[in-house]
């Protein structure tokens, strides 16, 4: 079974996207959308920066927890990960973007 796209509505009224990988767990979280094909477009980005490692951007959280964010050709960021308890729980994250993000589906529970 592949992961999946969730999109849905914040308390603010933006749409946002979580990336879960097959065992349910949210693996990446967009930023708000204000549109529907704004997000659309966030999960195509996903999809297509996802495939290289390079575009991933190792951080370390204020209180020391590593997590990631996925960064597009601009510079942007698309999404962010958990906060980790280890590195290696960080990259094993990361994997786990890169071996869903392409074949995922997108469900939308936004009810828009």
């Known amino acids: 079974m592949a992961g999946k796209f969730e999109i849905s509505k914040r308390k603010n009224g933006e ?3 979580n990336l879960k990988a ?7 979280t967009s930023e708000g959308y204000s549109s529907m094909q704004g997000c659309q477009n966030g999960i195509e980005s996903v999809r297509k920066h ?3 490692e390079t575009n991933f951007e190792k951080k370390i959280a204020k209180d020391g927890s590593p997590y990631f964010a ?4 601009n510079g942007e960021s698309i999404g962010k990960s958990e906060m980790y308890k280890s590195a290696s729980s960080r ?3 990361i994997r786990s973007v890169i071996a869903n993000a392409a074949a995922a589906r997108v469900q939308d529970n936004s009810g828009d």
């Open 70 to 73: 996925l960064i597009a050709g």
């Open 50 to 52: 996802a495939k290289a």
């Open 15 to 17: 749409l946002q996207f």
């Open 91 to 93: 990259d094993k994250g």
């Open 22 to 28: 097959a065992n349910g767990q949210v693996i990446l």
